[in-house]
Structures are given as structure tokens and as C-alpha cells.
Nanobody
């Protein structure tokens, strides 16, 4: 089992930046592609970004492309989501997830999930 813990969320104003972190337990972190998803109240979980196990390939949703950057440090068993130029519509619970296959864009395909960290962007 892969255990994931997110951190770095908070309340910010539009235009601000945040960096989310997702720490993974165990020694198999580098064998998984890692994704970020978000879910706003009353809405389904939405794909944000995914990074391959080797970190040489990334994918982003159109809504965050050019503003968010996903990265990983396999020596620290951690994946990051740098979020710039935040908008109120980015407000959501952000969760990281792990999967063996890459790329995948549906939350239904992912095997392991963290508890999430809340990001709230005010205008």
C-alpha cells in the first residue's frame, strides 16, 4: 500500500502562489506516476496534472496549463504542485494520487489517495 499526505494549502488572494507537497511513504514511490486532482463543493473530482515516474513527462488540464507546474523529487519521496496566478475558480480540495500507469486522467483509474489539502482563493 502507498500512503500519501498532502500539505501546503491555505487561504490566499487571487494572483497569489502556493506550492503543495505530497509526501509518500515506502520505497516504491519512484515506481508510480503521480497525479493531482481537485474537487470543489458539489462537483466531481477534476484532473489537474500528472507526472511520470521518471519525471520526464507531464500533462496538465487546460484550466491550469501555463499556471501550475508539477514536479517530483524521488530522493525525498515527494511530489509538488506549484500554483501561480491563482484564481477563485481554483478553490478546491487538492489531493494527490498514485498509479502505476501513465498517463491517466480519470480519478477512477488511480489506486492510492491522500487526504487532501484545502486551497481557497479569494477575490
Amino acid at each position: 500500500q502507498v500512503q500519501l499526505v498532502e500539505s501546503g494549502g491555505g487561504l490566499v488572494q487571487a494572483g497569489d502562489s502556493l506550492r503543495l507537497s505530497c509526501a509518500a511513504s515506502g520505497r516504491t514511490f519512484s515506481n508510480y506516476a503521480m497525479g493531482w486532482f481537485r474537487q470543489a463543493p458539489g462537483k466531481e473530482r477534476e484532473f489537474v496534472a500528472v507526472i511520470s515516474w521518471s519525471a520526464i513527462s507531464t500533462r496538465y488540464s487546460d484550466s491550469v496549463k501555463g499556471r501550475f507546474t508539477i514536479s517530483r523529487d524521488n530522493t525525498k519521496n515527494t511530489v509538488y504542485l506549484q500554483m501561480n496566478s491563482l484564481k477563485p475558480e481554483d478553490t478546491a480540495l487538492y489531493s494527490c494520487a498514485a498509479i502505476r500507469e501513465y498517463p491517466r486522467y480519470s480519478y477512477r483509474d488511480y489506486n492510492y489517495w491522500g487526504q487532501g489539502t484545502q486551497v481557497t482563493v479569494s477575490s
